[in-house]
């Protein structure tokens, strides 16, 4: 299976400050990386697909970048409702594999 | 828009068998891969496998022994049997739609509506 490795797993920022949140894979994966948001009691909400693709709907202030092995999902400038967990997803192949999550709180 | 929801009942005893429907509304099961995930309590996200609409499927392996995804065109659901449970299968269970982009020679896939997820506890 594909490991992937999310840092920080915990991130205090203020609204308005740019975050950035890290994910690696074990092995390369070209860009086959996805990026959820997932609030407390919900589930979780696709952001970003093949790296850097933004879904529908989704804010222009998150992005993503990266390929191989490291990618970068970055939020410009914080919003209220932007603090949540985020993870990454790889779909290079099955089983699809999650990283562990970074909590992003409110400083 | 497409949405789902999970539904089956919300306590399992260990050794039985855990049984989830998805219904999807909104839009067809047709022409699409569906899938299963769960998150134990306080933890991260396990991904139990996915099925395309014409049946065919795809386990994870440290599940595949106990796992069983089949789907019901008829009535626009598909379904997730879990069997010999334990405590550690106790999880919030999500089923979702898996979104495709064709990129030569492979395919990008991603989990682009999700429902809402039911909680299955395992507990005598």
């Known amino acids: 299976d594909i490991q992937m490795t999310q840092s920080p797993s915990a991130l205090s920022a203020f609204v308005g400050d740019r975050a950035t949140i890290t994910c690696r894979a074990s092995?390369?994966?070209?860009?086959?990386l996805n990026w959820y948001q997932q609030k407390p009691g919900k589930a979780p909400k696709l952001l970003i697909y093949?790296?850097?693709s933004l879904q529908s709907g989704v804010p222009s202030r998150f992005s993503g970048s990266g390929s191989g092995t490291d990618f970068t999902l970055t939020i410009s400038s914080l919003q209220p409702e932007d603090f949540a967990t985020y993870y990454c997803?790889?779909?290079?192949?099955?089983?699809?594999?999650f990283g562990q999550g970074t909590k992003l709180e409110i400083k | 828009q497409v949405q789902l929801q999970e539904s089956g009942p919300g306590l399992v005893k260990p050794s039985e068998t855990l049984s989830l429907t998805c219904t999807v509304s909104?839009?067809?099961?047709?022409?699409?891969?569906w899938s299963w995930i769960r998150q134990p309590p306080g933890k991260g996200l396990e991904w139990i496998g996915y099925?395309?609409?014409?049946?065919?499927?795809n386990y994870n392996p440290s599940l595949k022994s106990r796992v069983t995804i089949s789907v019901d065109t008829s009535k626009n659901q598909f379904s997730l049997k879990l069997s010999s449970v334990t405590a550690a299968d106790t999880a919030v269970y999500y089923c979702?739609?898996?979104?495709?982009?064709?990129?030569?020679?492979?395919?990008?896939?991603?989990?682009?509506?999700w429902g809402k997820g039911t909680t299955v506890t395992v507990s005598s």
């Open positions: 997803q790889q779909s290079y192949n099955t089983p699809y594999t």
């Open positions: 909104g839009g067809s099961i047709s022409s699409y891969y």
């Open positions: 979702a739609r898996v979104g495709v982009v064709p990129a030569a020679p492979y395919y990008y896939y991603y989990m682009d509506v």
């Open positions: 099925i395309y609409y014409s049946g065919s499927t």
């Open positions: 093949a790296a850097f």
């Open positions: 092995q390369s994966i070209s860009n086959y």
